[in-house]
């Protein structure tokens, strides 16, 4: 069911505005003035924040990157309008991680109570083998991780988190028209405009481009740079699919899967499974991670519709358990596929009036679970670097400083992905082997040290303690304010 209904017919090209009315009755925002948080910690550190000169905003891309933007940009003062390209924002996709450094940009937001409704606190994850279905290893997760991060980590179906980042974009004022796709912008990028297929142009003070890996201002900009922008096949695909908890009532073979706290990550040859209950325990989700098929090299998509004839076949010589998930799949449901390919960092997210964000400028490969808390933290820095300039003109400064925070931590996340990717898919052998018995290493030490920072490294680097502070740690927006002048100055 889609989370927007609209309330009249429209012709095609006509851009459709979303308000409130038109949401679900049980979808509209319930929370009060925005406030950055209520944690005691943060308050302390973040009093309500306004921007000092409150900016005219174009946003290309209702997705959570895009949405996460403008909310921050309107609770901060700024007037913001969205321009999403398909006529109807629908429920889709599966799960989600929520990492700590995004949550604690949502809770500033004033959507993580909300969020929290619908979300799981995973309590640890299981790291387990593909043929027999033996735990390999584990991670400790909720509560410790909130408890040392000040924010806390969850999954949550993506449509839940779309819905309530919706919901609290309107309820701030911020302007959705869908059936609303850009064809074109202004050629040298110094003013702010964009040309909508109705063939109406618009014009504001700053264009965020957060429309995903198929970006059109992305394409523009690399041209304009002369950047020969492409994309490379992983060898990978991945399976998403979510399994309703009443599908599985009554078996007490999944009963603890689904009303448990624990994650799991089956590790295989060529592919992985990551597994995890979202929606209040009312769901499961699960996604899987396969070589790709011949016909696939070509095609770079979110939204493929898969067979479960196909998943079927591709996991039959895995563990009795996987197998006995899949079979709850529906035969004539929803298999969503999509592949997996890589992209070379741009020279620049930044070109005059327009800035990218989000899929647009770091595509996140899944391994490491930090596409959306990316997106959210370019959010985060934007409203930060956007609310301290003094002037319409130094809508440049801004975005020096958001390219200097986040370029370079982006980047580095992208290519921990790929570098987990390789050893989570190990062929059965001594390579196999040398991980698995790492992983073990890694879970004692944690377990007899109640926290080993980081001595014993793990391969799966989403597990490795060190590479989860570089991940989780950080405070983004009170980093852009620290290094503010220090970035102007250069």
Same mark, same amino acid.
């Given at each position: 069911?889609?989370?927007?209904? #609209?309330?009249?017919?429209h012709k095609a090209n006509t851009p459709t ?8 009755? *049980? ?17 302390n550190r973040w009093p309500t924040f306004r ?15 895009? #949405? ?59 790291? &387990? ?8 290893? *584990? ?18 179906? &993506?449509?839940d988190l779309q819905r309530i980042l919706l ?128 016909? +696939? ?21 895995? *563990? ?53 808390? *990316? ?46 990717? &390789? ?8 390579? +196999? ?58």
């Open positions: 069911m889609p989370i927007t209904t #609209l309330s009249k017919s505005p979303i308000t409130i009315s038109s949401l679900p009755s *049980n979808s509209k925002s319930t929370l009060g003035t925005p406030t950055f948080t209520n944690n005691t910690t943060m308050v921007a000092i000169t409150p900016l005219k905003v174009t946003i290309i891309g209702a997705g959570v990157g895009g #949405l996460s933007t403008a909310i921050g940009l309107a609770a901060s003062g700024h007037k913001v309008t969205i321009y999403e390209a398909v006529p109807e924002i629908k429920e889709v996709g599966a799960g989600i991680q929520i990492a700590p450094n995004a949550s604690r940009i949502l809770e500033r937001f004033g959507v993580l109570e909300e969020l929290k409704k619908d979300g799981v606190m995973i309590t640890r994850n299981s790291m &387990r083998r593909w043929e027999d279905d033996v735990e390999i290893g *584990n991670v400790d997760l909720m509560p410790n991780v909130g408890k040392k991060y000040n924010a806390p980590l969850m999954v949550v179906h &993506r449509a919901s609290r974009a309107l309820s701030l004022g911020v302007r959705i028209y869908t059936s609303s796709s850009v064809t074109a912008i202004s050629p040298d990028f110094s003013v702010a405009s964009i040309q909508l297929a109705s063939g109406e142009w618009i014009s504001s003070d700053l264009v965020i481009a957060a429309d995903g890996v198929k970006s059109f201002v992305r394409a523009e900009i690399a041209r304009r740079k002369g950047f020969r922008d492409t994309s490379l096949s992983t060898g990978d695909a991945a399976y998403r699919v979510v399994i309703d908890e009443e599908r599985m009532r009554g078996d007490e073979r999944v009963a603890g899967l689904i009303r448990g706290d624990v994650g799991s990550r089956w590790m295989g040859p060529g592919g992985h499974i990551m597994a995890y209950p979202v929606r209040g325990h009312k769901l499961y989700n699960m996604v899987l991670i396969h070589p790709i098929r011949p016909h +696939q090299l070509d095609n770079e998509s979110w939204t493929s519709k898969g067979s479960k004839a196909e998943m079927l076949k591709t996991y039959a010589g895995w *563990n009795s358990t996987v197998r006995h998930l899949l079979s709850y799949v529906p035969d004539d449901g929803d298999v969503m596929e999509w592949t997996l390919n890589s992209h070379a960092p741009l020279p620049s997210w930044v070109e005059g009036r327009f800035v990218l964000i989000g899929d647009a400028c770091h595509p996140m490969l899944p391994y490491v679970a930090q596409g959306a808390a *990316n997106a959210i933290e370019d959010a985060g820095v934007l409203t930060v670097a956007l609310g301290l300039i003094d002037g319409v003109e130094r809508v440049g400064d801004a975005l020096k400083v958001y390219e200097a925070v986040r370029k370079e931590r982006g980047e580095a996340i992208q290519a921990s992905a790929t570098a987990t990717q &390789r050893q989570l898919h190990l062929v059965d052998g001594k390579e +196999q082997e040398e991980r698995d018995r790492r992983i073990r290493e890694s879970t004692e030490a944690a377990r007899r040290d109640g926290g080993n920072n980081g001595e014993k490294r793990n391969p799966d680097l989403w597990a490795d303690q060190q590479w989860q502070e570089f991940m989780w740690g950080v405070d983004i927006m009170k980093d852009t304010l620290e290094r503010w002048d220090d970035i102007l100055r250069r």
